[in-house]
């Protein structure tokens, strides 16, 4: 059968935190320079802080000048725009549970009412909404799930039946003994488990999310998955036996420079001139990424042994990094310290430090976005993961890949073991190992991208499948669709 003519229209919707949106602006960029039109929908808070941030109205406006159809609506999340989401993470995640849907819902039956060319013909939708499948089904739309972790972290949260079977997982005394039933997965401890499957009550709101998230995620037709198949290739092969999954990663701006299309929540410095001052590879970038909280006690104890390192440093310290209501935390007197030894921001343009030629370490929270860029920049970790998927990519980055090392390695937080890791990793005796292993890690990377590589190959073949899915459904009923993920668990 020959492939449909008419151009796909992809409706895209992020999920509405920094590390999400960045890869899915990047991901609706790289799909519209392959023919897509895409109409992508940001929440009204994502979009004020945004444009609060880089004055731009429509934030696709100077990308839409190189040729690109990529349209942008915002919807409401169900909260106030002013409301503190950080301040209240439960408050925001249920209205994300409960109420974000169906502005979703809405959003889309408008535009496709608007009799908008070319007819919209997909969803596309961060796998974490509890909707998605819902909504493509009622409105006749092909449904791709867009997974922004690596792949072991998907199929952990999607096998989470088999690990509530087994007691690793939903019982109050959960096995502490090393998981080795998950498929793909030789074996992994549950404290390398994200912190949601490391606790005894799964009855939170965060739960209920990945709970309806990843049954929802099996009524999709197609999942794309921000990593590459060499990084995690038995995972991956495992996961494809279940369903349509294709890594397309490491999805960045065109030549992993700042991007034309603004994400960035808060204005951003610039540390490039006194970064320039700096040696080759003297300098530690510390941050905890967008969104995670560090507690007071050990923010200070990291202050503290980042001092008695003596290693110079730039460290993005949100004002909301310990709480909204703390805005500096620090303790007294540090900043005078460390004189021009450091250079403390609120925000930062991340890829445009990393790549820098005196950034020489990363202490990171290991989001997974970090880690991506700091393999490409070949700048080893220092893992210190706070929630979520962080300990998982920890586990990948210190135990599997050896490109990073632990921050600390007991809970308590010691600024004497601060001080002794940072100095190790930084020395180029002791963090040697470290840089040979990520160049090897940023050449699979690299790999990966060319135009005969996996990640493109698997794109390609991704916009095939679905071009001709769309093309097959076309003259069936509305929501008609057979071609649906199986349970798999």
Same mark, same amino acid.
């Given at each position: 059968?020959?492939?449909?003519?008419? &151009?796909?229209?992809?409706?895209?919707?992020?999920?509405?935190?920094?590390?999400?949106?960045?890869?899915?602006?990047?991901?609706?960029?790289?799909?519209?320079? &392959?023919?897509?039109?895409?109409?992508?929908?940001?929440?009204?808070?994502?979009?004020?802080?945004?444009?609060?941030?880089?004055?731009?109205?429509?934030?696709?406006?100077?990308?839409?000048?190189?040729?690109?159809?990529?349209?942008?609506?915002?919807?409401?999340?169900?909260?106030?725009?002013?409301?503190?989401?950080?301040?209240?993470?439960?408050?925001?995640?249920?209205?994300?549970?409960?109420?974000?849907?169906?502005?979703?819902?809405?959003?889309?039956?408008?535009?496709?009412?608007?009799?908008?060319?070319?007819?919209?013909?997909?969803?596309?939708?961060?796998?974490?909404?509890?909707?998605?499948?819902? =909504?493509?089904?009622?409105?006749?739309?092909?449904?791709?799930?867009?997974?922004?972790?690596?792949?072991?972290?998907?199929?952990?949260?999607?096998?989470?039946?088999?690990?509530?079977?087994?007691?690793?997982?939903?019982?109050?005394?959960?096995?502490?003994?090393?998981?080795?039933?998950?498929?793909?997965?030789?074996?992994?401890?549950?404290?390398?488990?994200?912190?949601?499957?490391?606790?005894?009550?799964?009855?939170?709101?965060?739960? #209920?999310?990945?709970?309806?998230?990843?049954?929802? =995620?099996?009524?999709?037709?197609?999942?794309?998955?921000?990593?590459?198949?060499?990084?995690?290739?038995?995972?991956?092969?495992?996961?494809?036996?279940?369903?349509?999954?294709?890594?397309?990663?490491? =999805?960045?701006?065109?030549?992993?420079?700042?991007?034309?299309?603004?994400?960035?929540?808060?204005?951003?410095?610039?540390?490039?001139?006194?970064?320039?001052?700096?040696?080759?590879?003297?300098?530690?970038?510390?941050?905890?990424?967008?969104?995670?909280? =560090?507690?007071?006690? $050990?923010?200070?104890?990291?202050?503290?042994?980042?001092?008695? +390192?003596?290693?110079?440093?730039?460290?993005?310290?949100?004002?909301?990094?310990? +709480?909204?209501?703390?805005?500096?935390?620090?303790?007294?007197?540090?900043?005078?310290?460390?004189?021009?030894?450091?250079?403390?921001?609120?925000?930062?343009?991340?890829? #445009?430090?990393?790549?820098?030629?005196?950034?020489?370490?990363?202490?990171?929270?290991?989001?997974? $976005?970090?880690?991506?860029?700091?393999?490409?920049?070949?700048?080893?970790?220092?893992?210190?993961?706070?929630?979520?998927?962080?300990?998982?990519?920890?586990?990948?980055?210190?135990?599997?890949?050896?490109?990073?090392?632990?921050?600390?390695?007991?809970?308590?937080?010691?600024?004497?073991?601060?001080?002794?890791?940072?100095?190790?990793?930084?020395? &180029?005796?002791?963090?040697?190992?470290?840089?040979?292993?990520?160049?090897?890690?940023?050449?699979?990377?690299?790999?990966?991208?060319?135009?005969?590589?996996?990640?493109?190959?698997?794109?390609?073949?991704?916009?095939?499948?679905? &071009?001709?899915?769309? #093309?097959?459904?076309?003259?069936?009923?509305?929501?008609?669709?057979?071609?649906?993920?199986?349970?798999?668990?």
């Amino acid at each position: 059968m020959e492939e449909t003519h008419q &151009k796909p229209h992809a409706i895209f919707v992020p999920y509405p935190l920094q590390g999400h949106v960045n890869p899915s602006v990047h991901l609706a960029i790289k799909l519209a320079s &392959k023919g897509f039109t895409v109409t992508f929908i940001n929440t009204h808070s994502i979009h004020h802080q945004i444009t609060a941030a880089s004055a731009a109205s429509d934030i696709f406006a100077a990308i839409r000048e190189s040729g690109l159809d990529i349209r942008y609506a915002t919807v409401s999340d169900g909260l106030p725009v002013e409301f503190d989401r950080s301040l209240n993470h439960d408050q925001f995640m249920a209205a994300l549970l409960h109420v974000f849907s169906a502005h979703v819902e809405a959003a889309v039956e408008g535009i496709i009412q608007s009799g908008t060319t070319p007819e919209p013909s997909c969803l596309i939708a961060d796998s974490f909404f509890v909707f998605p499948s819902k =909504v493509a089904k009622k409105f006749g739309l092909k449904y791709v799930s867009y997974w922004t972790e690596p792949a072991l972290v998907f199929t952990l949260y999607y096998h989470i039946g088999l690990l509530r079977l087994n007691g690793h997982f939903g019982c109050l005394e959960a096995r502490e003994d090393a998981i080795n039933y998950i498929p793909g997965v030789k074996s992994i401890n549950p404290i390398d488990t994200t912190s949601y499957l490391q606790e005894s009550d799964g009855s939170s709101v965060c739960h #209920q999310i990945i709970f309806k998230a990843f049954e929802d =995620v099996k009524g999709a037709d197609f999942v794309l998955c921000n990593s590459v198949q060499e990084l995690e290739l038995e995972t991956i092969l495992a996961l494809k036996t279940k369903m349509p999954f294709y890594s397309i990663g490491p =999805v960045f701006p065109i030549g992993f420079t700042k991007s034309l299309v603004p994400t960035s929540l808060w204005s951003e410095s610039d540390c490039t001139q006194w970064l320039d001052t700096k040696p080759p590879g003297s300098v530690l970038y510390v941050s905890f990424g967008s969104y995670a909280h =560090v507690t007071h006690d $050990n923010l200070v104890e990291i202050a503290t042994g980042l001092l008695l +390192s003596e290693v110079s440093f730039v460290w993005v310290l949100r004002a909301d990094i310990v +709480s909204s209501e703390d805005p500096d935390p620090l303790p007294s007197g540090f900043r005078e310290e460390l004189g021009d030894r450091s250079m403390i921001i609120p925000w930062c343009c991340q890829i #445009q430090v990393l790549a820098h030629p005196s950034i020489g370490g990363f202490l990171t929270h290991c989001g997974w $976005n970090s880690i991506l860029e700091s393999i490409w920049c070949e700048v080893p970790l220092l893992c210190f993961p706070l929630y979520t998927d962080q300990f998982t990519n920890r586990k990948l980055v210190v135990d599997d890949w050896k490109i990073g090392i632990n921050l600390c390695d007991k809970k308590q937080i010691t600024r004497v073991e601060v001080s002794r890791n940072v100095s190790h990793l930084m020395s &180029k005796k002791t963090g040697d190992n470290c840089r040979n292993e990520i160049k090897g890690m940023k050449k699979r990377l690299e790999n990966a991208l060319r135009p005969d590589g996996s990640s493109e190959i698997n794109l390609d073949q991704f916009i095939k499948d679905l &071009k001709f899915s769309i #093309q097959k459904k076309s003259g069936a009923t509305l929501g008609g669709n057979k071609d649906r993920i199986s349970n798999g668990t």
